[in-house]
Structure formats: structure tokens, C-alpha cells
């Protein structure tokens, strides 16, 4: 084939490919205008704003680039070395390299198995036999043979680890080849209660005095029977008790007949044999609120009504941030506070109102608030006092956790000792202690009646 005729072929070629390319621009132009809109299930395609503009990353801090803190050694151990190890030649210049943290435990150490020989003399003169006197209230509480340290350990174990009985006797046999039976457990519990006694009535003493309290209960199984674990909580206190009833009169007894402080609690009627202040848990009105939305999702009337009662209690929870004028007296701030309150509760007592003859579904909702008007906006008027009972709920959730594990407790005794070691303990992490040593130290130090509420 000449040049010539080469040439002419791919000319021929290259028209063909381009009414090939028409052809198939023209179909796609067909097909994209029969191209039917997609099922009204699938979203459209919607560009997020700004997609397309990303902010350069923040450079990270240089104080913030040093990795983790290294911990203070217990043991450094050094590798030097001395000739070159390709030509043996004396090495120069020494100076350290680099530094190699390796963390580890010790093995874990045999039991400490002390005898104390005790011996005793003839008086010939009394008659008598004498012993020698020993006082070992800092070695081992009660006439047990379980130390105070092994005692908090086992505490430790059994309320902030919530480890099984059994598990911590078989922890004790394979990392210090301890034999010990569940019954000895059980009463060294048993024993650790009984010693802080004093203790845990300070504790009951130290919240029914305090200006707010927030309460709580939940279900517990005593040897089978269904009864309550009724919490009173303040930020740094903890305080539990078994009943085997969810009447108002325990209420009277953790707190006090002469309580003077604020309660704070949900809309549990047990709680209203409180006649003093009291706050009503907000989160619990506004999660109700919330299921009502999503069971009536078209209801617009129940929308909005919503939106406006969250929008109260916004405007509440703001208010009660910020304090009164400063430059007026302590009585005029208080005054000032009680006609806040005032405004808010007329707020929603307005929106509420029309709803209580009218079959709706927040019928339920404003008759509640008719029924507990005088106790949502609390927090309004008492500053400190919160708008929930978020506190109440968490304190009670280590011990629902430990009946979820458990099924509860088997007597009374028993009860009684899971609520003591849940008080105790409960303080001590609620005011960032440390729990181990905290009950180390109360069972090395006698605990007496003067010493109610004492924390160690």
C-alpha cells in the first residue's frame, strides 16, 4: 500500500468513528430524556455545604509533641558498650542514646504468714496465770485470721470490681496459693461492715443535713422475694438501704423528718410524702415528651407544643446560670429568683392548660405538670439545686449492674453488708479517693462512736 493510499484509509476510518460517536451522542440525548425520576424512598443527592472547601489542618501545639509522660523507675538497669564491634577498636564520646521503658509487675508475692507466740507466766502470789498483752487492731480486726490488707483487697474486689465470690477465692489461690473458703469471705464482709458502722450512720447523718439530696431506688432479690435498694446521694456522699417496701415511709427514714434541704427525684409518688422543697427530675418529663414525638410524628399540634416546653425549660436552665444583679441584697437576689420561677412555671402551666380536657397525647404530660407545677422550677429559685436527677441514676447503676450479675443476696445480713460496702465504697470514689487505701485505713484506725462520718 502507497502513502497515499494509507492516508486515504485512515481519512475513511476517522469518518466512519466520528458518525459512530454522533450516532451514540444522539441515543444517550434520547435515553436521558425518557429517564424515568427515581422511587420517592431513595434521597436526592444533596452537596454538603462547603464539601469543597476544607480547612488546612491545625498544626498540633509543640508542648503537645513529646509523647507519653515516662514513668519515675523503680529499677534502671544500663547497656553500655565499650570496643567498636566490627573493629574492636576502643569506642569514644560516650554519652547516652536513647532511653527504653519496659512496664511490668512483679511476681506476684507469697502470703505473709504471721505467728504471734503469745506467752503467759504463774503468780504465785494471785494464783493466776497472765498472758502477755498484744494489740493487733493494726494487723487484723475481729478474731479472724484474714489481715486488714488482704480484708480491703477482698472489699475492693467484690464492690468496685464486682468480682463473684468464687472468683475472688480462685484469684486468691492462683496468684498467692491462698486457700480460702466463700463462708471466710463472706464474713470478713460481714465483719468490715459491722466495724464501720459509725461510719456509714456519720454518712446518713452527713446527707440528711446537706441543702440538696437527690434519691433514687431500683429492684433487688433477697433470697428470692423481690424488695428495693432506696439510694440518697449528694456529690460527694453516698448512701444506700435495703426495704423490702417501695412505700413513702422510707423516704421519711433516709432522710429525716427534719430534712430541710431540696429532694430531688422523678415523678415516683412515693416521694411525695416530702413536703418540702422539691425538684422533679426534668430528663425524665422531656424523655417522655420525646417518646410521644415519635409515636405521634404527624401530630403538628403535639409538635409544636413540645417545642415550646423544651424551649421553657432552655430558657430556665439559662436563667439559672446567670445570678441576679449582684449589687442587690441577698434577700432582693432571692426575691428576684422566686418571680423568676414564677414566670417560668405560668409559662408552661399556659401551654399546658387548654390540653387537659382534650383527648390528645399530651394529655397525660399537662396533667402531670398540673399535678407537680410548684416542683419543676426549683432550681430557678435555690441555686446548685440541678434541673435532674442524673446524679440519683447514676449512683444507682453500679449496684443494678452488680444484681444483673448476681441476682441479688441470699438474707438480710447479706443485704446489709452489700449496702454498707456500696456506701463506703461508693464515698470514697465519688470523692476521687482511693478505695483500697480508704478501707485500709478505716480498718487499721478503731472506729467509735465519735467518729461518726469521719472519712479516712
Known amino acids: 500500500?502507497?502513502?497515499?493510499?494509507?492516508?486515504?484509509?485512515?481519512?475513511?476510518?476517522?469518518?466512519?468513528?466520528?458518525?459512530?460517536?454522533?450516532?451514540?451522542?444522539?441515543?444517550?440525548?434520547?435515553?436521558?430524556?425518557?429517564?424515568?425520576?427515581?422511587?420517592?424512598?431513595?434521597?436526592?443527592?444533596?452537596?454538603?455545604?462547603?464539601?469543597?472547601?476544607?480547612?488546612?489542618?491545625?498544626?498540633?501545639?509543640?508542648?503537645?509533641?513529646?509523647?507519653?509522660?515516662?514513668?519515675?523507675?523503680?529499677?534502671?538497669?544500663?547497656?553500655?558498650?565499650?570496643?567498636?564491634?566490627?573493629?574492636?577498636?576502643?569506642?569514644?564520646?560516650?554519652?547516652?542514646?536513647?532511653?527504653?521503658?519496659?512496664?511490668?509487675?512483679?511476681?506476684?508475692?507469697?502470703?505473709?504468714?504471721?505467728?504471734?507466740?503469745?506467752?503467759?507466766?504463774?503468780c504465785a502470789q494471785c494464783h493466776k496465770w497472765h498472758e502477755a498483752p498484744v494489740d493487733l487492731h493494726a494487723e487484723v480486726f475481729g478474731q479472724g485470721r484474714i489481715g486488714v490488707r488482704l480484708s480491703s483487697l477482698i472489699a475492693t474486689l467484690r464492690t468496685v470490681m464486682r468480682l463473684p465470690i468464687r472468683q475472688i477465692r480462685e484469684l486468691l489461690h492462683t496468684l498467692h496459693g491462698f486457700e480460702v473458703s466463700i463462708g471466710e469471705i463472706v464474713e470478713v464482709l460481714h465483719r468490715l461492715v459491722a466495724h464501720a458502722q459509725p461510719v456509714l450512720d456519720g454518712f446518713k447523718a452527713t446527707i440528711r443535713a446537706s441543702p440538696a439530696v437527690q434519691a433514687d431506688e431500683t429492684g433487688w432479690r433477697e433470697d428470692g422475694l423481690n424488695g428495693y435498694i432506696w439510694s440518697v446521694s449528694t456529690p460527694t456522699f453516698r448512701y444506700y438501704e435495703y426495704h423490702h417496701s417501695r412505700g413513702g415511709e422510707v423516704v421519711k427514714q433516709l432522710i429525716g423528718e427534719a430534712f430541710q434541704g431540696v429532694l430531688g427525684s422523678d415523678f415516683y409518688a412515693g416521694y411525695n410524702i416530702h413536703e418540702g422543697l422539691h425538684q422533679r427530675c426534668w430528663v425524665h418529663f422531656l424523655r417522655n415528651v420525646h417518646e410521644l414525638k415519635k409515636k405521634f410524628p404527624q401530630d403538628e399540634a403535639l409538635l409544636t407544643w413540645a417545642k415550646e416546653v423544651k424551649a421553657i425549660y432552655d430558657d430556665a436552665v439559662a436563667w439559672a446560670r446567670l445570678a441576679p444583679d449582684p449589687r442587690l441584697t441577698p434577700r432582693a437576689q432571692h426575691q428576684a429568683r422566686v418571680a423568676q420561677q414564677h414566670v417560668f412555671e405560668q409559662g408552661l402551666w399556659k401551654l399546658c392548660h387548654p390540653f387537659l380536657q382534650e383527648d390528645v397525647p399530651q394529655q397525660t404530660l399537662c396533667k402531670r405538670v398540673g399535678s407537680f407545677l410548684p416542683e419543676l422550677f426549683v432550681f430557678v429559685t435555690v441555686p446548685g439545686v440541678p434541673a435532674h436527677n442524673n446524679l440519683a441514676e447514676r449512683s444507682v447503676r453500679p449496684l443494678v449492674i452488680a444484681r444483673k450479675v448476681s441476682g441479688g443476696t441470699h438474707s438480710p445480713k447479706g443485704s446489709q453488708t452489700r449496702m454498707g460496702l456500696a456506701s463506703l465504697f461508693g464515698t470514697w470514689v465519688a470523692q476521687g479517693l482511693n478505695p483500697f487505701s480508704q478501707c485500709l485505713a478505716l480498718l487499721t484506725q478503731p472506729v467509735n462512736d465519735n467518729m461518726q462520718g469521719r472519712l479516712f
Not at 509543640?62 to 573493629?87: F, L, S, W, Y
Not at 564520646?93 to 504468714?113: F, H, N, Q, T, Y
Open 1 to 122: 500500500m502507497t502513502h497515499e493510499e494509507e492516508i486515504a484509509h485512515l481519512r475513511e476510518e476517522n469518518q466512519a468513528l466520528r458518525e459512530a460517536l454522533s450516532q451514540a451522542l444522539t441515543r444517550i440525548e434520547e435515553l436521558e430524556k425518557q429517564k424515568t425520576p427515581p422511587p420517592a424512598f431513595v434521597k436526592a443527592n444533596v452537596k454538603k455545604p462547603g464539601a469543597q472547601e476544607k480547612k488546612p489542618r491545625k498544626k498540633r501545639d509543640a508542648k503537645h509533641n513529646h509523647g507519653r509522660t515516662r514513668m519515675v523507675p523503680t529499677q534502671i538497669v544500663e547497656h553500655r558498650i565499650v570496643t567498636c564491634p566490627d573493629c574492636h577498636l576502643r569506642l569514644g564520646g560516650m554519652s547516652l542514646a536513647r532511653v527504653r521503658e519496659v512496664i511490668d509487675v512483679p511476681p506476684p508475692p507469697p502470703l505473709e504468714v504471721i505467728h504471734h507466740r503469745i506467752f503467759h507466766g504463774w
